[in-house]
């Protein structure tokens, strides 16, 4: 099973309520006391996602009495796998495709060696076509794309 954690899921809603609070580039900044809560993720979690989405540079923390958290690119201009990246590391299915040499005990005699790369560029290309705009936008229902968004339902891949 394909699981992004939970880490990651956190750091989409936190992105994704700094854009809903206005707070993008040039924009106000929130706190994490004030993620939380208007998240309800706990705040040592969220001082994590901010920490982490930091070092990424899709946030950017502001200093002194005003200070807090505000993105550094509006959501339209984040690819979902950047965020997923950033958290959880290089979007692989298996840990030969990223590892390199020696990652795996089985490569000198691994008979699908190399064939897992279309698969996971393949992965990549369709989170990195999906923006963090996508999944911030408003609500709708299933099968409904919002105008603009791709329909991200089963619904709408095609029968074989």
């Given amino acids: 099973m394909l699981r992004l954690s939970k880490l990651?899921?956190?750091a989409v809603?936190?992105?994704?309520r700094l854009a809903h609070d206005g707070a993008g580039p040039d924009g106000r900044v929130q706190t994490a006391p004030g993620l939380a809560a208007a998240t309800g993720i706990a705040e040592p979690t969220v001082a994590k996602v901010l920490k982490i989405l930091g070092q990424a540079g899709l946030v950017e923390g502001?200093?002194?009495?005003?200070?807090?958290?505000?993105?550094?690119?509006?959501?339209?201009?984040?690819?979902?796998?950047?965020?997923?990246?950033a958290v959880?590391?290089?979007?692989?299915?298996?840990?030969?495709v990223d590892g390199g040499a020696g990652a795996c005990e089985a490569e000198a005699f691994c008979a699908v060696r190399g064939r897992w790369d279309p698969v996971n560029d393949a992965i990549r290309r369709a989170l990195s076509g999906i923006t963090m705009a996508d999944l911030a936008g408003p609500a709708h229902c299933p099968g409904h794309p919002a105008p603009g968004r791709p329909d991200l339902s089963l619904a709408s891949i095609p029968a074989e």
């Fill in 88 to 96: 959880d590391g290089p979007i692989a299915l298996t840990a030969c």
């Fill in 62 to 85: 502001v200093r002194g009495a005003r200070g807090g958290y505000r993105l550094t690119r509006m959501l339209p201009a984040v690819p979902l796998a950047e965020v997923i990246a």
């Fill in 8 to 10: 990651t899921d956190y």
């Fill in 13 to 16: 809603v936190v992105m994704a």
